[in-house]
T-cell receptor
């Protein structure tokens, strides 16, 4: 059963703590993405990776970090430097190259609450 | 500045009618535009992609148009059903045809009443 998994679904942290959100895909996709969604807003790109061991900042990368050591995994760390970390975080993947690469497959999301 | 905008107000329609959602963009020259459906608390699901050289695309009860002169895409759901109630997001490639990176609109919430 192919797809993208994110864990956990809900995450609670105290302010000042770093937290890592998991994203795994078994679709054999080259490209992976992290988005943040706030109520009433669209998805905003945090980081993306088009190939293993390479990633680029998106529009709101400050306070976040990522790694891409394996093709199937793209974890996101929300650091204490992120001023408003409470949000719904979505991971996505796409094939990577060619016309069909443009369709993105999304995971179920992780809702992070920081108090 | 660059913007991608969708109707911010929710769209309420009666079952059986056609729902029409709008996506306008400014200062982008996309190679394609995509539409996604998102249910509450879940990740978006891809619906349709339309390329700049395509005027219209259909899939079952869904129809998308793309007018690069008006910088607008319209998304239609014909014979709407309560199960079509969701938020619909449009997205485009901010750098022409490169890398799969997408910019999303804020979404329009559709509610179909029986």
């Amino acid at each position: 059963d192919g797809g993208i998994t994110q864990s956990p679904k809900y995450l609670f942290r105290k302010e000042g703590q770093n937290v890592t959100l998991s994203c795994e895909q078994n679709l054999n996709h080259d490209a992976m993405y992290w988005y943040r969604q706030d109520p009433g807003q669209g998805l905003r790109l945090i980081y993306y990776s088009q190939i293993v061991n390479d990633f680029q900042k998106g529009d709101i990368a400050e306070g976040y970090s990522v790694s891409r050591e394996k093709k199937e995994s793209f974890p996101l760390t929300v650091t204490s430097a992120q001023k408003n970390p409470t949000a719904f975080y979505l991971c996505a993947s796409s094939i990577g190259q060619g016309e069909s690469s443009y369709e993105q497959y999304f995971g179920p999301g992780t809702r992070l609450t920081v108090t | 500045s660059q913007k991608i905008e969708q109707n911010s107000e929710a769209l309420n329609i009666q079952e059986g009618k056609t729902a029409t959602l709008t996506c306008n963009y400014t200062n982008y020259s996309p190679a394609y535009l995509q539409w996604y459906r998102q249910d509450p608390g879940r990740g978006p699901v891809f619906l349709l992609l339309i390329r700049e050289n395509e005027k219209e695309k259909r899939k079952e009860r869904l129809k998308v148009t793309f007018d690069t002169t008006l910088k607008q895409s319209l998304f239609h759901i014909t014979a709407s059903q309560p199960a079509d109630s969701a938020t619909y997001l449009c997205a485009l490639d901010p750098i022409y045809n490169q890398g799969g990176k997408l910019i999303f609109g804020q979404g329009t919430e559709l509610s179909v009443k029986p």
